[in-house]
Every structure is written in C-alpha cells, then in structure tokens.
Nanobody
C-alpha cells in the first residue's frame, strides 16, 4: 500500500525559507519519479518540481532559482527546500507519484507566506 506523508509546512514571512518533507512507504524512491504540486485557493493544482529516479530535476518557471527538490533514497524521503518565499507561494503543497496510471497523493501541508 502506497502512502505519502508530507510535513514541514507553516507560516513564514516573505523572504523566508521552509523545507518540506515527504516520507514514502510502499514504493521505492530509487525507481520512481516524485513530484511536488501545490494548490492555492480558487486555483488549479500545479506542478512545482519533479525529481526522477536518476536524480534529474525540473521546476516550474515561477520557482526556478528559489526552490530545490531532492531525495534521500535510504530514507525513502523527498524534500522541497523553498527559499525567498513570496506571498504567491501560499498554497497547500502535495507530494505525488504516478505508478502506471494511478496517481498517489499525500494529505498535503499548508504553506502560508505573509507579506
């Protein structure tokens, strides 16, 4: 059974930093692409960052240079380091992995950036 559990969200002032974690069970990060999505109120869920099994990364243009996705295969955990946070980064952040045609999601963690 696949389970993704996010943590690390919170309230931070603009310009601050947070590190999100996603602990995975039931899958091996060493062979999976892992994604971070976010959803702001009234907006569609959007892909923020992705990391492949080999460690290649991709980012949304809005977060390039500020966010860094990484993973620890031994701990089966994915991270999202978020620096220089802006109020528009406020959203619920979700960890995701797609296996065949099934999307697995965590419960989400709230990030709120005050101006």
């Amino acid at each position: 059974q696949v389970q993704l559990v996010e943590s690390g969200g919170g309230l931070v002032q603009a310009g601050g930093s947070l590190r999100l974690s996603c602990a995975a069970s039931g899958i091996r990060l060493s062979i999976r692409t892992m994604n971070w999505y976010r959803q702001a109120p009234g907006k569609q869920r959007e892909l923020v960052a992705a990391i492949t099994s080999g460690g290649s990364t991709n980012y949304a243009d809005s977060v390039k240079g500020r966010f860094t996705i990484s993973k620890d295969n031994a701990k089966n955990t994915v991270y999202l380091q978020m620096n220089s946070l802006k109020p528009e980064d406020t959203a619920v952040y979700y960890c995701n992995s797609r296996i065949l045609v099934i999307d697995y999601w965590g419960q989400g963690t709230q990030v709120t950036v005050s101006s």
